[in-house]
């Protein structure tokens, strides 16, 4: 597999809707190595990871930010395979 050229690169945070999680994906929605960010937690959280995604997708960069939610006891690879391929 070709290594992705830098500035291109899908990062996404599991547990990104969390206390640490949220300034964590502040800082990789703000670095220019990234392109895709996602945003991955469970259904329980606090604030809804789409929410966080739509807050992080007004930031004045090229990366596109997208929300990921799973109910708490399903199958992960059900859920998952969009958030962590690429």
């Known amino acids: 597999k070709e290594p992705k050229p830098a500035g291109n690169f899908k990062v996404c945070v599991c547990g990104g809707a969390g206390g640490i999680g949220q300034p964590l994906s502040l800082l990789m929605g703000m670095d220019p190595n990234v392109s895709e ?10 604030v809804p990871p789409a929410g966080v995604a739509a807050d992080l ?30």
Not at 37 to 46: E, G, H, S, T, W
Not at 61 to 85: F, H, Q
């Open 37 to 46: 960010l996602c945003i991955f937690d469970l259904n329980v959280a606090m």
């Open 57 to 86: 997708g007004h930031l004045e960069r090229k990366s596109a930010v997208k929300g990921y939610v799973m109910e708490v006891g399903k199958n992960p690879i059900d859920y998952l395979e969009e958030c962590l391929t690429g």
